[in-house]
């Protein structure tokens, strides 16, 4: 199918387009009793949730609004559904055959590096207790610009619902205050890079990498797939805690040439304003950080020789989970395509307080509720967590002044190692083989993978209770 066709109606906001949000309510539930009143209650949830052109004709409003320059918001929410592989089997006699969906987030804690406990033949991740005991059918999210408009659209949902679903776990995200707004907790701006989709937004995109096809995002991209999953997309949800004091702690006590700005940098593989240091080394430059016409602009080739990390270690976040143009070298360039993931995430819990720095400890929970989408979750987000960020021998064209290889080591920020110490190579330019131990600075609380099925699925297959195979 050629995305040229690509029906904005029938797709959930979220996935394409964004819903906007200055804040957002994740309400877990469970379907309780007889599936078939939680079926005729989604009849009247349907035209609440909003689709990828409401969503656009919002991002359009609030472009208009901002002209104004009156610092007001304009008043508004999206409202979107998943459902986790047990939900859908409640409410939809269909095989996604999709794995890791089908057996759920819990079982694959392992195999994406959280710790845990291990009996040998049971692995229980540390995460949160709600995540463990709670049985989640299903998530519907509420994003807007203020909590008084989320809380009351959330009402107005659970009244509809009524005793066909039971409250599992309830999170609120926000994003940062003031001038930290877009930024994730630990200070660096987030959101830049996203994939552009062809025969959608590719036309007007500033410059970057390639667009993607639809089908990387959306599944049912072909003619042969069952109603229910064309025009949707697999959801990976993560309740990454950030130990935002200790880190700031790690930066400084860890300063290269000085410079503890300098290692945050090499981390990420961007300046908290969003510069990607692929562009400017050696120091920040916010002007950059904020022109979408640069900021996304860059491949990795700008090293002197092949296989130098002095501009970017492999081992940055950014480098690690979109290698852009090492990876064409590598392998096909459409095969990285595939892995690329829209994500949607925000940030929850309150600022540091003086107590936290000033004893370099976290004491409040705070982090990123991290939300992607992709058409297949064994090549998006379980094949970049685990295969790309948690792997130290990927990407391995590092070498050293030998030209030996070397391994770039894990993510510097989201690889995990269980609860052990994280290898990473490269973070000082002047010893590219230099490996350093970064504690983990995230910790996996919780998570669950879902499934977002288009309007046309919701209203026509999941609601009405019809039996697709
Ligand atoms: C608390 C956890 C995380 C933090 C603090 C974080 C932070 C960031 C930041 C600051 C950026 C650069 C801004 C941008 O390019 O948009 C970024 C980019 C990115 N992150 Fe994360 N991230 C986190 C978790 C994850 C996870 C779990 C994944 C996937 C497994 C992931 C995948 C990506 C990808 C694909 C990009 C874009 C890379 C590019 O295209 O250049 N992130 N992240």
């Not at 089997?89 to 890791?100: G, I, L, M, R």
């Amino acid at each position: 199918m050629s995305t040229a066709s690509l029906d904005l109606n029938n797709i959930q906001g979220d996935i394409l387009v964004g819903i906007p949000k200055k804040t957002q309510t994740y309400f877990f539930f469970e379907i309780q009793g007889d599936p078939s009143l939680f079926r005729k209650a989604l009849v009247d949830i349907v035209p609440l949730i909003k689709n990828a052109s409401q969503a656009q004709k919002d991002r359009d409003a609030i472009k208009e609004h901002k002209h104004k320059g009156d610092g007001t918001l304009l008043h508004m929410t999206g409202t979107q559904i998943a459902f986790s592989h047990a939900g859908l089997e409640k409410v939809c006699n269909t095989d996604p055959s999709a794995d890791p969906f089908i057996e759920g987030q819990f079982k694959d804690a392992k195999n994406i590096g959280d710790a845990g406990t291990d009996s040998g033949t049971k692995f229980v991740p540390a995460w949160d207790p709600a995540f463990g005991d709670a049985n989640i059918d299903g998530v519907i999210f509420v994003g807007g610009d203020s909590h008084q408009s989320v809380n009351h659209e959330l009402q107005k949902i659970k009244l509809i619902l009524g005793p066909s679903v039971k409250e599992a776990i309830h999170i609120r995200g926000d994003t940062r205050p003031g001038k930290e707004s877009g930024h994730e907790h630990f200070g660096f701006l987030d959101g830049i890079s996203n994939p552009t989709i062809t025969g959608f937004n590719d036309k007007n995109a500033p410059p970057g990498p390639k667009a993607v096809n639809a089908s990387v995002l959306l599944t049912g991209q072909d003619s042969k797939s069952s109603p229910v999953f064309v025009d949707g997309s697999f959801l990976a949800f993560r309740y990454l805690f950030q130990l935002v004091p200790e880190f700031n702690q790690f930066l400084k006590e860890n300063p290269i040439k000085g410079d503890s700005e300098l290692l945050g940098a090499r981390m990420v593989g961007r300046w908290k304003s969003g510069a990607p240091i692929d562009l400017t080394p050696t120091h920040d430059n916010p002007e950059l950080g904020k022109d979408p016409k640069r900021n996304n602009n860059f491949f990795y080739s700008g090293e002197l020789k092949k296989g130098d990390q002095t501009r970017c270690p492999y081992s940055a976040h950014t480098r690690k989970t979109n290698p852009r143009a090492d990876f064409t070298e590598h392998d096909r360039e459409d095969a990285l395509n595939e892995r690329r993931i829209m994500r949607r995430g925000i940030q929850f819990g309150p600022e540091v307080t003086e107590e936290e720095a000033k004893h370099h400890r976290s004491l409040h929970g705070r982090g990123l509720l991290f939300v992607c989408y992709q058409s297949d979750l064994t090549k998006g987000f379980q094949f970049i967590q685990q295969s790309w960020a948690n792997a130290p021998d990927f990407l391995d064209l590092a070498v050293d002044s030998n030209l030996k290889k070397i391994e770039p080591g894990l993510d510097s920020i989201i690889g995990q190692n269980a609860d052990q110490a994280r290898g990473v190579v490269g973070t000082d330019p002047a010893k590219p083989d230099g490996s350093i131990s970064i504690p983990r600075f995230i910790v996996p609380r919780g998570g669950e993978y879902f499934f977002s099925p288009s309007i046309s699925a919701l209203r026509d297959v999941i609601a009405l209770g019809v039996n697709i195979g």
